[in-house]
């Protein structure tokens, strides 16, 4: 019967998470899938989210299903957060939010409301961008094709002929941005860049679907959210899947959301019906718990300003682990740049190793990181940097 099934070649990230798993050396490395692990290696419990986790058991009654949406006290703290208190499209009803299953899930949602409402549209990805972005949008039916992004010579940005493709895109393209630590290159946009783009996307009527997957791992909270506050306040209609799995080390509870901010109110709830529809058709409503706990960090007085000291401690991490890889693999090799280390932003950095290179990491010194050399810093930690920076000083000598 399913002899015609063939073989699953595995996914770059998870397959090779799930290798590493099962790699049995006890001094293997994990620098593979994109996941924030403390100083001792392990996946954190924020203290915020565990006190919220408390409450809401404590509170806790019947679980009925939740509406097609999500919850509407998880939808409104996702606004405050991404928006800001302030924002006037939201204040106007402009702005529609679903909770999602993950940000993964958010981007599946869009996709299929871009699909249907915009059959024609190209969606437009960075080079190279996360690999699952092509991969959810073409399960959408969607046709991606890939915008220049990031300068191999320089392990900068190609902004100019970045906004060179825009300009001349086919209208109404939908083009795929990461609002912060982008993955997986680590180089972002400046606030200038961001500024520099939004006439743009007007001129040629693009669909701006941004994806804010690290938010508070770049510069800030507020910060990380700047791309997302701006083209609200410049007046475009744009999508943004946020997630909570690295803010709130909450991965596998898949606390995401999709937003879609709407030229009107009038357009906002029908954008909102047919994204209930969407989900009635994929998996009915999300689930309950986890969203609890994010919106009750979000909104309860005292673990807010937790879970904000929690980010910058995490953020503060990451950086003294650049720092310490830069300098230790600068002293074993004199003679080349890891300066991107430090300039690179977020959880990851681009290291140009080649896939051979990776390889051999992987089965000589059990140093794990995606065949593309992206390298998940947030890995690192102060007791196994040194060997990190001793193997890849072995295999690029
Ligand atoms: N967007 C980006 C840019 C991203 O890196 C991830 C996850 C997601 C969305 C999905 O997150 P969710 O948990 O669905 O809210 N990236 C890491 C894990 C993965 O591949 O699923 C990674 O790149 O390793």
Redesign the pocket.
């Known amino acids: 019967m399913f002899q015609h099934v063939e073989a699953y070649p595995g996914?770059p990230?998870?397959s090779l998470?799930e290798a590493f798993g099962k790699d049995p050396r006890t001094n293997k490395i994990n620098l593979?899938?994109?996941?924030y692990f403390d100083d001792a290696g392990k996946i954190p419990m924020l203290p915020s989210v565990r006190t919220a986790e408390h409450k809401v058991v404590a509170d806790a009654g019947a679980r009925p299903y939740l509406p097609m949406e999500g919850a509407a006290n998880f939808r409104t703290a996702v606004q405050e957060l991404l928006f800001g208190a302030d924002s006037a499209a939201v204040k106007a009803g402009r702005v529609v939010t679903i909770q999602a299953?993950?940000?993964?899930?958010?981007?599946k949602v869009g996709g299929d409301f871009i699909k249907r409402y915009f059959p024609t549209s190209t969606m437009l990805v960075s080079d190279p961008?996360?690999?699952?972005?092509k991969a959810v949008f073409e399960g959408c039916g969607l046709t991606v094709k890939t915008y220049p992004y990031y300068d191999a010579a320089t392990g900068g940005l190609r902004f100019d002929a970045m906004i060179e493709a825009l300009k001349v895109a086919e209208k109404k393209s939908i083009v795929l941005l990461?609002a912060c630590c982008?993955?997986?290159t680590g180089v972002d946009l400046t606030q200038e860049q961001w500024q520099q783009l939004v006439p743009v996307l007007k001129e040629r009527e693009l669909i701006a679907f941004l994806?804010l997957?690290?938010q508070g791992y770049g510069d800030g909270i507020v910060e990380d959210a700047y791309a997302v506050r701006l083209l609200a306040e410049q007046g475009l209609s744009f999508f943004v899947?946020n997630?909570?799995?690295?803010s709130m080390s909450l991965?596998g509870e898949?606390?995401?959301a999709l937003s879609v901010v709407c030229p009107d109110a009038a357009q906002a709830v029908n954008v909102l019906g047919q994204m209930k529809a969407t989900i009635r058709r994929n998996y009915s409503n999300p689930p309950l718990h986890g969203g609890q706990l994010v919106a009750r960090v979000l909104s309860d007085p005292e673990l807010r300003p937790m879970w904000e000291a929690e980010v910058v401690a995490m953020r503060d991490r990451i950086q003294l682990m650049r720092r310490k890889l830069h300098d230790v693999l600068s002293a074993k090799l004199p003679g080349r740049d890891f300066s991107y280390f430090l300039t690179q932003r977020g959880m990851?950095s681009y290291t140009g190793l080649t896939a051979e290179q990776c390889d051999r990491l992987k089965e000589e010194f059990g140093v794990y990181l995606?065949r593309s050399g992206?390298m998940?810093i947030a890995g690192l930690n102060t007791g196994n940097v040194e060997a990190t920076a001793s193997a890849i000083a072995a295999v690029l000598a």
């Open positions: 996914d990230i998870l998470n593979s899938i994109g996941i299953v993950g940000s993964s899930g958010g981007l961008t996360w690999d699952n972005h990461h982008h993955n997986p994806d997957a690290y899947a997630s909570f799995s690295k991965y898949r606390c995401g990851f995606v992206r998940c």
